[in-house]
């Protein structure tokens, strides 16, 4: 029998590969920990997803500078983990925290999401702010529940270059002026290619100012979870000319509000959950339209011949492909059985668009279900 220590370090790392990949997010963190305490085999492996995603925060137990400074202490008696952390989210109200989180020569964090800081803020927040944004292999920025100040979003996006995609959760700045003159302009702007809008919709006012910080001439993805602002026509009118990518849920009622000849160059229009403002939103595509493909995320309970009818009857020279996506739990033993058990959620799918499968357009795939789905 082979023994362990002669098998090659690429089974090991396979082995943890599939535990992390098969597992829910809890579940797998805790297999991962003891494998990682099995042996050196599965350490290295087993590090990499443990510390890949690292969160301080407030929690009910422990302070976020509690939480800071026993993460610098951990990095900087074991500085070979601080490659590993990809995604880190920091409370960015807290100046201790902040300080011990500047401490850290952090090479590879590629997201980072901040929590709201303080109108009252003081210098010594923002300047670690405009640090840990400004890390070069930085290019996701995800500012997370709050009243965030227009001031202090005008100072992260003027000290963050680097980044390619900007995600607003629950943002509500308190004032929607940006405070930067034309002469003080950084040289260097960011250029975002996606934006995500989720219960932030105040923030495009912000984005709209001729003196905010950031170059939008570049931005190609849009997702939206609503168009509540009234001024969205405006935004499409400056960005609609590069969109290639529209993100939205198809049961706002308004979508009938969007100028679709603002959107000359989309290419792929991804819906969660469609009805009858998605059908209507269809409908309404000028007839030399671009779109390639369609995702629709949850098909919700709208009536399945509505929609292969809006699809189909309308003009769409570019079709290639509709995908739609089917979610649920999968149980341990769930892909033991041939046909796993999900197929027929699959085919009920494919029987109820018969329109559609039958023209070659249409692609059915399941995505196992981890947790509570959050539209982003």
């Known amino acids: 029998m082979t023994s362990s220590s002669s098998l090659p370090q690429e089974i090991w790392d396979y082995i943890v590969d599939h535990i992390a990949g098969h597992l829910n997010e809890k579940m797998h963190l805790a ?69 011990a989180l500047a401490q850290i020569p952090w090479s590879n964090v590629i997201q980072l999401t901040l929590g709201p800081v303080e109108a009252a803020a003081g210098s010594f927040i923002l300047k670690s702010l405009a640090k840990l944004v400004g890390l070069p292999s930085v290019r996701g920025l995800v500012f997370r529940i709050g009243r965030w100040d227009a ?32 002469p003080g302009m950084p040289a260097t702007l960011a250029r975002p290619e996606s934006i995500t809008f989720s219960g932030s919709n105040p923030i495009m006012d912000l984005l709209l100012e001729p003196t905010c910080p950031l170059d939008l001439s570049c931005l190609t993805r849009l997702k939206f979870a609503e168009f509540d602002n009234p001024r969205i026509n405006t935004f499409l009118r400056r960005v609609g000319p590069t969109l290639t990518h529209l993100h939205l849920n198809g049961y706002d009622r308004k979508l009938d509000n969007l100028d679709l000849d603002l959107l000359p160059n989309l290419t792929q229009i991804d819906a969660f959950r469609i009805s009858e403002p998605f059908n209507r939103f269809l409908a309404r595509l000028p007839a030399t339209n671009s779109i390639d493909m369609i995702n629709v995320l949850s098909m919700g309970t709208i009536s399945k011949e ?43 799918i494919e029987e109820s668009l018969p329109r559609l499968c039958e023209s070659g357009l249409l692609r059915v795939v399941f995505v196992p279900f981890h947790g509570s789905t959050v539209f982003l």
């Open 31 to 99: 297999e991962l920990r003891s494998a990682a305490l099995a042996g050196r085999c599965f350490l290295s492996r087993a590090q990499f997803y443990i510390f890949r995603s690292i969160s301080v925060h407030n929690s009910p137990r422990t302070e976020p500078e509690v939480r800071a400074e026993r993460l610098l202490h951990v990095m900087t008696s074991s500085p070979h983990l601080i490659r590993c952390v990809q995604d880190l989210e920091v409370y960015a109200g807290d100046t201790r925290s902040l300080r």
């Open 151 to 182: 001031t202090h979003l005008c100072n992260i996006f003027a000290s963050c270059t680097s980044i390619n995609r900007l995600i607003f959760v629950h943002c509500h700045p308190p004032r929607l002026v940006a405070p930067f003159a034309r």
């Open 306 to 348: 509505t929609f292969e009818c809006a699809i189909l009857e309308r003009s769409m020279p570019a079709l290639k492909r509709v995908n739609v996506q089917v979610s649920g739990h999968i149980p341990d033993w769930g892909t033991w059985f041939r046909p796993p058990p999900w197929e027929e959620a699959v085919r009920g």
